[in-house]
């Protein structure tokens, strides 16, 4: 199968209508809010290993409990995103994960298992987080057409910015007036609100959304790629995705996105209070800055991206865009180990956040790109990777810091982006995933 875009029509048809961007906006808005309820655990980590007696490396585990459940669901999620549809998919996921948020703290403490059953709290959790984006980009590939998807993704992406930022502030806030507990229960109830928004205005695809007019019907479908041999809704069997070699490599730098990424939603709090010194309302305010710093570079990388697209094409917009990122964000974590105020590092790694989210939508229109009808199931297999990147360093993290001292952990991060960075130079950006690209 070739698939082809509309290219003429990308480049002369003046945007219509808006009510893709009302979906986009509510995407963005989920993001924010699983980013939230997936935060909360690492600025309540002091409580909660006070309460529970645990060691950084056992609470380095609960984090990883969550990881593994979100990446290991992730290419079944994207399976299931692509088979009941993505919008129902994730209004599932949302109740799912907002239950277990609100149980977490009824675990009890003075159980020998006690950390068992934390971990599995978790990594249930997890499990409903992970089909977020891959429903998320099955939406992008029904409905923003290709000149978009760079800012669509961008827009979404940011919500993780925006909910990792809120999450010290809010968090810290509610532990200082009430106990940590009722942090998390609140968590859940702003995941419900949003839950039901999310089932109120969003639909598959443009054509069962009532709301979406003729002209802007037609601006999408213009700007949609057009299969050439296969049915529109067809998907691709999982043999092919798994053993597709692009598909590999954008998984490959995807991990390495991960594993930078985890350090700032798991050890970057505990890291400015506990060993850089700070008291917990100053690190509550630093440790906002690089969420910050993705929330605007998420929106911004991805507009830049579909600006560089008609001019320059996917090689410099989307892999370019990436590879790019991935580098400066290396850079900046490692310099961040060389700095000695406080404040000042934090700022250096809000610098790294930034660039890092400056590569993300890039990810994900690519892997829309490549999957089509597919597009759930082969996001979930490439964000499997990246989750398994923040597996890892959740739990490596202390045990290098242990062992080599902070400055070596961060200087690993920044070694590993260097890779993530080398793999684009492996990805064509005009592939797709076919029965017969293997």
Same mark, same amino acid.
Request: net charge positive; aromatic share 12%; with cysteine.
């Given at each position: 199968?070739?698939?082809?875009?509309?290219?003429?029509?990308?480049?002369?048809?003046?945007?219509?209508?808006?009510?893709?961007?009302?979906?986009?906006?509510?995407?963005?808005?989920?993001?924010?809010?699983?980013?939230?309820?997936?935060?909360?655990?690492?600025?309540?980590?002091?409580?909660?290993?006070?309460?529970?007696?645990?060691?950084?490396?056992?609470?380095?585990?609960?984090?990883?409990?969550?990881?593994?459940?979100?990446?290991?669901?992730?290419?079944?999620?994207?399976?299931?995103?692509?088979?009941?549809?993505?919008?129902?998919?994730?209004?599932?996921?949302?109740?799912?994960?907002?239950?277990?948020?609100?149980?977490?703290?009824?675990?009890?403490?003075?159980?020998?298992?006690?950390?068992?059953?934390?971990?599995?709290?978790?990594?249930?959790?997890?499990?409903?987080?992970?089909?977020?984006?891959?429903?998320?980009?099955?939406?992008?590939?029904?409905?923003?057409?290709?000149?978009?998807? +760079?800012? &669509?993704?961008?827009?979404?992406?940011?919500?993780?910015?925006?909910?990792? /930022?809120?999450? %010290? $502030? #809010?968090? @810290?806030?509610?532990?200082?007036?009430?106990?940590?507990?009722?942090?998390?229960?609140?968590?859940?109830?702003?995941?419900?609100?949003?839950?039901?928004?999310?089932?109120?205005?969003?639909?598959?695809?443009?054509?069962?959304?009532?709301?979406? +007019?003729? &002209?802007?019907?037609?601006?999408?479908?213009?700007?949609?790629?057009?299969? /050439?041999?296969? %049915? $529109? #809704?067809? @998907?691709?069997?999982?043999?092919?995705?798994?053993?597709?070699?692009?598909?590999?490599?954008?998984?490959?730098?995807?991990?390495?996105?991960?594993?930078?990424?985890?350090?700032?939603?798991?050890?970057?709090?505990?890291?400015?209070?506990?060993?850089?010194?700070?008291?917990?309302?100053?690190?509550?305010?630093?440790?906002?800055?690089?969420?910050?710093?993705?929330?605007?570079?998420?929106?911004?990388?991805?507009?830049?991206?579909?600006?560089?697209?008609?001019?320059?094409?996917?090689?410099?917009?989307?892999?370019?865009?990436?590879?790019?990122?991935?580098?400066?964000?290396?850079?900046?974590?490692?310099?961040?180990?060389?700095?000695?105020?406080?404040?000042?590092?934090?700022?250096?790694?809000?610098?790294?956040?930034?660039?890092?989210?400056?590569?993300?939508?890039?990810?994900?229109?690519?892997?829309?790109?490549?999957?089509?009808?597919?597009?759930?199931?082969?996001?979930?297999?490439?964000?499997?990777?990246?989750?398994?990147?923040?597996?890892?360093?959740?739990?490596?993290?202390?045990?290098?810091?242990?062992?080599?001292?902070?400055?070596?952990?961060?200087?690993?991060?920044?070694?590993?982006?260097?890779?993530?960075?080398?793999?684009?130079?492996?990805?064509?950006?005009?592939?797709?995933?076919?029965?017969?690209?293997?």
């Amino acid at each position: 199968m070739q698939e082809v875009y509309q290219q003429a029509t990308v480049r002369t048809t003046a945007p219509q209508g808006g009510q893709r961007w009302i979906v986009v906006g509510c995407a963005f808005l989920v993001a924010a809010v699983s980013y939230l309820d997936r935060n909360n655990i690492s600025i309540a980590a002091g409580p909660l290993q006070r309460q529970f007696l645990l060691s950084n490396v056992q609470l380095g585990a609960v984090f990883s409990a969550f990881v593994l459940g979100y990446a290991l669901s992730q290419p079944l999620a994207g399976r299931v995103a692509d088979r009941i549809g993505a919008s129902r998919a994730i209004a599932i996921a949302i109740i799912w994960w907002s239950v277990f948020t609100a149980l977490l703290p009824f675990v009890p403490a003075t159980l020998s298992y006690s950390i068992g059953l934390l971990m599995a709290v978790r990594f249930l959790l997890g499990v409903g987080e992970s089909i977020i984006f891959p429903a998320s980009n099955r939406l992008i590939a029904s409905w923003i057409p290709l000149q978009e998807r +760079g800012l &669509a993704n961008g827009i979404i992406f940011s919500g993780v910015g925006v909910g990792g /930022s809120a999450a %010290p $502030p #809010l968090i @810290t806030a509610i532990m200082v007036r009430y106990q940590w507990h009722w942090a998390f229960w609140l968590c859940a109830l702003i995941g419900l609100l949003a839950g039901a928004l999310w089932i109120a205005l969003v639909r598959d695809t443009p054509a069962e959304q009532n709301r979406v +007019g003729g &002209a802007e019907l037609h601006y999408i479908q213009a700007g949609l790629p057009i299969a /050439s041999s296969s %049915p $529109p #809704l067809s @998907t691709v069997h999982w043999r092919v995705i798994l053993s597709d070699r692009h598909v590999l490599m954008l998984t490959v730098s995807y991990f390495c996105y991960g594993y930078v990424a985890y350090i700032f939603f798991t050890w970057l709090f505990k890291y400015l209070s506990d060993v850089r010194g700070l008291s917990l309302r100053s690190s509550a305010i630093y440790t906002m800055l690089p969420f910050i710093a993705m929330a605007v570079a998420s929106s911004l990388g991805g507009w830049v991206s579909d600006r560089l697209l008609v001019p320059f094409g996917k090689r410099v917009a989307r892999c370019g865009i990436a590879a790019l990122g991935l580098l400066i964000a290396g850079i900046f974590v490692w310099l961040a180990t060389q700095v000695h105020d406080t404040r000042v590092a934090a700022l250096v790694l809000a610098g790294g956040a930034g660039a890092l989210y400056f590569a993300q939508s890039a990810y994900w229109a690519m892997s829309a790109d490549m999957g089509g009808a597919s597009a759930g199931a082969v996001s979930g297999v490439m964000n499997m990777g990246c989750q398994l990147g923040g597996a890892v360093t959740a739990s490596l993290t202390p045990v290098v810091a242990t062992q080599l001292g902070w400055t070596a952990s961060f200087a690993l991060a920044a070694g590993i982006c260097l890779v993530g960075a080398i793999a684009w130079a492996f990805i064509d950006p005009f592939h797709t995933v076919t029965d017969r690209s293997v």
